[in-house]
């Protein structure tokens, strides 16, 4: 258990380079001078903030879920106290053991919302879908 939970930070840790050149070219776009327009990039008041919490599906990974459910809590403190209290927080949860650990911070603000088929072993076709549906939903404007 401890194994796969290290086996996992290893994987991510191989993803860190690819994220930090996406981050430097996404950068380097917004920074030209040069007109640019994508709905993605679209400035709005923040009144719906959707927020995915990445868990497991599995038991026996220790304080892991525990963890990263203390640290949604402070997350979610943070965004209220940035953008106020009446600013709603969606949680889409990403594993079965974190979805039910995030049952308890639903709130009349806090909502969660499954999306089928995402799961922390998820290929990556499910993982476009995914991402998919996110993105449709800030560009219709259902998240901010």
Known sequence: SSAKVHKN????????PFKNQIKSIMGHLLATDREFSSPLIEEREISRIGLVVYGSDDGLCGAFNINIFKYTLA???????????????????VGRKIQKALRKAQTKTVKIESVENVNSKM???????FTEVLKQKFVVGELD
């Not at 930070?9 to 860190?16: I, N, S, T, V």
Request: hydrophobic fraction near 35%.
């Open 75 to 93: 997350v979610i403190k943070e965004l209220k106290d940035k953008y106020g209290n009446d600013v709603e927080i969606c949680l889409y949860p």
């Open 123 to 129: 290929e990556g076709g499910q993982v476009t879908a």
């Open 9 to 16: 930070e290893q994987a991510l840790r191989k993803l860190l």
